[in-house]
């Protein structure tokens, strides 16, 4: 038996408004509302109302035989609420269907694993409660942002009680192994690990529309022929992909919806294959070996590391700058102010800092809603210095408040 598993990872980014020197001390509010608005109704009507329809189409028509797997971040979600209710009910009604499963990760699709273990982990607690609250369903599976993983990670997601870890299948670690089997992390005892397999899964978020790519096009019996091919070397073969891959990344005029649509039919035809959620295989399936991944690895680019987002001094003084505003955030203990600082902490903000060229350069420009990487920095700095002003103000009225209070109590 080899099992498929389908994974969609759906965030969008809170974008931030033009901030400029001048704003600094006198204009308190960061985000764009109308570039946010714009953006997410526009995907929404290209992707996540048409494929979540097909999805919920797929399951119906195959009666427990197709199952899929989501992780949608908490800013997501709350742009959902804000601007498309009804894609939200869309998951919603893929939620009753009983055949998704859906995932935790850090609620802001933040890089908090790597600058504070108490920030990531009241994020993952606050996805938690989230994908609760609005699902009604437990999630026992994991995935950092990005994909970053370690073996701390995978250590800390199994102290946090998840059964299921997912991660890159980057040759770097994986070596002579291949990415198509169960592993165990090095260090842990019950949680599992799923690793991509990055080709076939870009062949259809990255190269499915490329007409110079010498297998164009792709249509689903192909495809379907090619996980086929890998029955006696494979227990599962593991699609992780954004979910924009669906009408925003590959447009329906290339035949992406078609593809989806037919998939199920042409690899269900084979008797020994069947789709599984994540949770599903990390059960069902055994560990082959234990894998050692002593440092940091991502999805992101074709170095499959930090770089993404650590990848310069823009980046890493941006990080270092809000970063550093922890310790008096949570000591204001203001709710609103703490929402604020968080959304500054999502991962895209640094994302777009990156000074890539080639082909990562191309990708990253693609996302990118500013005119150059240093454009970003500067009207990001620009925020985190006002933040930075707002809590050094707050954090003076509260002392100043509690002197006057213990005079008060002196006299």
Not at 78 to 94: D, I, M, V
Not at 109 to 125: A, P, R, T, Y
Not at 150 to 161: D, F, Y
Request: charged share 20%.
């Amino acid at each position: 038996m080899v099992a498929i598993c389908f994974y969609f990872q759906v965030h969008q980014p809170k974008r931030l408004r033009r901030y400029t020197y001048f704003d600094i001390g006198h204009n308190h509010y960061y985000e764009d509302d109308v570039a946010n608005r714009e953006v997410f109704l526009k995907v929404a009507n290209k992707c996540y109302l048409p494929a979540t329809s097909l999805l919920l189409e797929l399951i119906h028509k195959y009666n427990g035989m197709f199952k899929i797997s989501f992780s949608l971040t908490g800013v997501f979600i709350e742009q959902c609420k804000l601007y498309s209710p009804e894609t939200l009910e869309a998951f919603k009604r893929l939620a009753q269907t009983g055949q998704v499963e859906f995932l935790n990760e850090t609620y802001y699709h933040s890089l908090s694993f790597l600058f504070s273990q108490e920030e990531f982990k009241n994020q993952v607690q606050k996805h938690r409660q989230l994908i609760i609250d609005e699902f009604n369903y437990v999630a026992t599976s994991f995935r950092n942002t990005e994909l970053i993983y370690s073996n701390e990670v995978a250590q800390i997601a199994e102290s946090l009680g998840y059964q299921t870890i997912l991660a890159e299948g980057a040759e770097k670690i994986l070596g002579w192994r291949s990415p198509n089997y169960v592993y165990q992390p090095h260090g842990c005892k019950k949680i599992k690990l799923l690793l991509r397999n990055y080709q076939l899964t870009d062949d259809v978020g990255f190269r499915f529309s490329e007409k110079s790519w010498s297998e164009y096009p792709v249509r689903a019996d192909k495809y379907a022929y090619w996980l086929h091919a890998l029955h006696g070397q494979a227990d599962l073969i593991n699609l992780f992909m954004d979910f924009e891959t669906f009408g925003e990344h590959q447009w329906q005029d290339t035949g992406i919806f078609d593809f989806l649509y037919k998939l199920p039919d042409y690899v269900l035809r084979h008797p020994e294959y069947v789709f599984m959620t994540p949770g599903e295989a990390s059960q069902k399936l055994p560990p082959v070996a234990s894998l050692d991944v002593p440092y940091f690895m991502s999805w992101a680019d074709v170095d499959r590391d930090l770089t993404a987002w650590r990848g310069n001094n823009l980046q890493e003084d941006a990080l270092q700058s809000v970063y550093a505003l922890a310790k008096d955030i949570y000591a204001l203990n203001d709710p609103e102010l703490l929402a604020v600082w968080r959304s500054l902490l999502t991962s895209d903000h640094f994302y777009y800092m990156c000074t890539k060229y080639a082909a990562d350069g191309d990708v990253h420009k693609y996302f990118n809603p500013y005119h150059n990487p240093y454009e970003a920095y500067i009207n990001y700095q620009n925020i985190v210095s006002d933040l930075a002003l707002g809590v050094a103000r707050r954090k003076q009225e509260l002392e100043g408040g509690r002197k006057q209070q213990g005079q008060k109590i002196f006299l």
